[in-house]
């Protein structure tokens, strides 16, 4: 199968060019050129499936002319080798639990999958594959558990100074090995400013072989489709409509349902539900796009002001306002009713739900107060809620349980290199380690 990018300047190219470049030359994002769509026999049957049979079929439809079967086969298993728990929240509304990978949220599925897929396609070169991420805090995470001490493989993680939780930068900044740690005094978009300018930079280009492990990379889209459908089996016996709400900051996880529903999957609607970083639920609802600086949230890896994967949404949608908002509905909530929506779920129905998932939560019982016809919301639950501990116990007045997965990085050693706000200096680190 062959990707084309969103900007349509250049041709298509192979999955293993647009998974290791992950930026197309002409700036775009890569998409696959033309979307599979899976046999109602198999869409019928999800609830009989378990999760990795899921995602292997939903992975062979993208994937099953560049990587052979026996190797997509364990390559899925592995990387989904935790659970996804579909749990009821309340009437009507489904927590799926995407935090059950080793760094606890959601972007294990997508870094996992395209650590391994990258490792894949290098296999046999004598240079290393040098990867850059650009991280608001959780990315930056998963990507490095995906692929600590994977051979032939540098990784460069671009954070913003302080604006991370502690434990956030506790398990970027402890990896060592072929994991370096930037500390950039700026904003999470001067880091993703950087990332692409990295990437699209001649010189750097000429001398190093450089990717993205951002969400723009298409190895981490494909995988945040497989749990839409894993979701949607476990309820598509209920014979209701099923909507998705999700907490978006760069729109990677819902482009990943969007692109599960333009496989088939008979998703009602989407729930596009975010912070004060509100530029597509205001593109909805005032039919202009206007990407701004991002604002300091609670949910902190959702203030993103210039969603990369808005070009993806753009191309699935054929740039038509009408279909945008036929399939997704936009809320946006604020600090305060996010830390009211946690202390009022956890008091009456005894579930904890993190920042992001708390705005996901208020998205869709926003949208099934508005439906008449009877309505199944799944939220999409993206982190465990100890990852954001110091907002969890000033909203609820009392300690929170730290998991043992996660209190083995408060106590390893940080290693932080610390860089201006500049191209030069990133070159330059880019060189040296
Ligand atoms: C990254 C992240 C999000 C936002 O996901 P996008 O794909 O960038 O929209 C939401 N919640 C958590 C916990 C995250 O880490």
């Known amino acids: ?151 032939g493989i540098q990784v460069y993680i671009l954070y913003p100074k302080g604006k991370v939780s502690p434990l956030q930068q506790k398990q970027l900044t402890t990896w060592g090995d072929n994991i370096t740690a930037i500390e950039v005094e700026g904003t999470f978009d001067d880091c993703q400013r950087l990332a692409k300018q990295a990437l699209a930079d001649q010189e750097l280009n000429q001398r190093h072989l450089l990717t993205s492990a951002n969400s723009i990379n298409i190895a981490r889209l494909i995988p945040q489709s497989f749990y839409y459908f894993y979701a949607y089996g476990q309820l598509q016996q209920q014979d209701k409509p099923i909507v998705f709400s999700v907490p978006s900051g760069n729109f990677g996880n819902l482009t990943g349902g969007l692109l599960a529903a333009a496989m088939g999957l008979p998703v009602h609607r989407f729930i596009a539900a975010t912070n004060a970083n509100d530029v597509v639920p205001q593109y909805l609802q005032t039919g202009v796009y206007a990407p701004k600086p991002s604002v300091q949230t609670i949910s902190n890896a959702m203030d993103v002001g210039s969603p990369s994967n808005y070009a993806r949404m753009e191309a699935l949608f054929s740039g038509e306002l009408e279909q945008f908002r036929r399939r997704i509905a936009g809320y946006t909530f604020t600090d305060e009713e996010t830390q009211k929506t946690i202390r009022e779920v956890y008091q009456r129905n005894g579930y904890l739900l993190d920042p992001h998932g708390a705005v996901a939560f208020s998205g869709a019982r926003k949208l099934l107060s508005q439906t008449k016809e009877p309505t199944i919301a799944v939220f999409l639950e993206t982190a465990h809620p100890a990852k954001f501990r110091e907002v969890m116990e000033d909203t609820l007045g009392e300690a929170i349980a730290i998991p043992a997965k996660l209190q083995r990085f408060a106590e390893k050693q940080e290693h932080i290199v610390p860089m201006q706000n500049s191209f030069e200096e990133l070159k330059s680190i880019l060189s040296e380690v």
């Open 1 to 151: 199968m062959l990707y084309s990018s969103t900007s349509r300047l250049t041709t298509h190219v192979p999955l293993e060019k647009a998974v290791l470049k992950g930026l197309a030359d002409d700036g775009g994002l890569y998409m696959p050129a033309s979307v599979p769509v899976l046999p109602p026999a198999f869409l019928e049957s999800l609830h009989q499936l378990s999760l990795q049979e899921i995602a292997y079929t939903v992975a062979s439809a993208f994937l099953q002319e560049d990587v052979p079967a026996q190797v997509l086969k364990s390559l899925v298993e592995e990387v989904l080798n935790f659970e996804i728990p579909l749990v009821k929240v309340e009437k009507d509304i489904y927590s799926l639990e995407l935090f059950h990978g080793p760094t606890m949220a959601f972007k294990d599925v997508g870094a996992r999958f395209m650590s391994r897929l990258m490792a894949y396609f290098t296999r046999g070169k004598n240079e290393a594959l040098k990867v850059i991420v650009a991280t608001s805090g959780d990315t930056g995470s998963a990507v490095a558990a995906g692929f600590h001490q994977v051979q």
